[in-house]
């Protein structure tokens, strides 16, 4: 009955290599978000889709790119990973409009790029 | 200047003691305030919304100063649970994007 899930937790990969992380929601919100966290606990918006669209794209490399099946779902693409990418990649969900409402985060997913 | 600025801490109170927290935000256009709260290597999650004439939720406290631009969080009567990162939250551009501070890190001992 997990709210917002995220898989892998962990992942460790080489720089160069493509991987992705899945998140899923099941609490019904039409708005989903990915976060980053950086080794200084800087937590820092990179896209928000909203009923699979989407509507906050920040200033990351298009390296990363975000894919919405649906609604329930916010996937993150990231291609030739650098050591820089390395943090912990956060999913989130809300219902509406994120000033209004809160936001429900699921538990992360820790990157170590080597 | 950031755009949320917190005092990151360690924050060091013995249980039982009262501390606050305080931080800033650099657009005086923002409308919307939260505290969450994110425990080691966990997810922050909501402690509260910060509405303009203050709130109160059992031991915690938050108020709001839009003329000097910060926020507040007040705990009293500290418990060895509350030992967290608190993260300031401000809805600061349009399009509805949170901006989230750097937290500050309370640690209670016994």
């Known amino acids: 009955d997990t709210a917002v899930s995220q898989t892998p937790k962990y992942l460790v990969t080489q720089m160069g290599n493509d991987k992705s992380i899945k998140c899923e929601q099941n609490?019904?919100?039409?708005?989903m978000y990915w976060y980053k966290q950086d080794s200084k606990k800087f937590l820092k918006i990179m896209f928000s889709?909203?009923?699979?669209?989407?509507?906050i794209n920040e200033t990351v490399p298009n390296r990363f790119s975000p894919k919405s099946p649906d609604k329930a779902h916010l996937n993150l693409h990231i291609n030739s990973l650098e050591l820089g990418d390395s943090a912990v990649y956060f999913c989130?969900?809300?219902?509406?409009?994120?000033?209004?409402?809160?936001?429900?985060f699921g538990p992360g997913t820790r990157l170590t790029v080597l | 200047r950031k755009e949320v600025e917190q005092d990151p801490g360690p924050f060091n109170v013995p249980e039982g003691a009262t501390v606050a927290f305080n931080c800033t935000y650099s657009?005086?256009?923002?409308?919307?305030f939260f505290w969450y709260r994110q425990d080691c290597r966990k997810e922050p999650k909501l402690l509260m919304s910060?509405?303009?004439s203050g709130n109160e939720d059992g031991r915690f406290t938050a108020q709001l100063n839009r003329a000097s631009q910060y926020i507040s969080l007040l705990i009293r009567d500290s418990k060895l649970s509350d030992s967290a990162t608190y993260l300031c939250?401000?809805?600061?551009?349009?399009?509805?994007?949170?901006?989230f501070g750097g937290g500050t890190r309370l640690m209670v001992k016994p």
């Open positions: 989130a969900s809300s219902p509406g409009t994120p000033s209004y409402n809160e936001q429900f």
């Open positions: 609490l019904g919100h039409d708005t």
């Open positions: 889709y909203n009923n699979k669209e989407l509507i």
């Open positions: 657009n005086s256009a923002s409308q919307s």
């Open positions: 910060v509405y303009s």
């Open positions: 939250v401000v809805n600061m551009r349009a399009g509805n994007m949170l901006t």
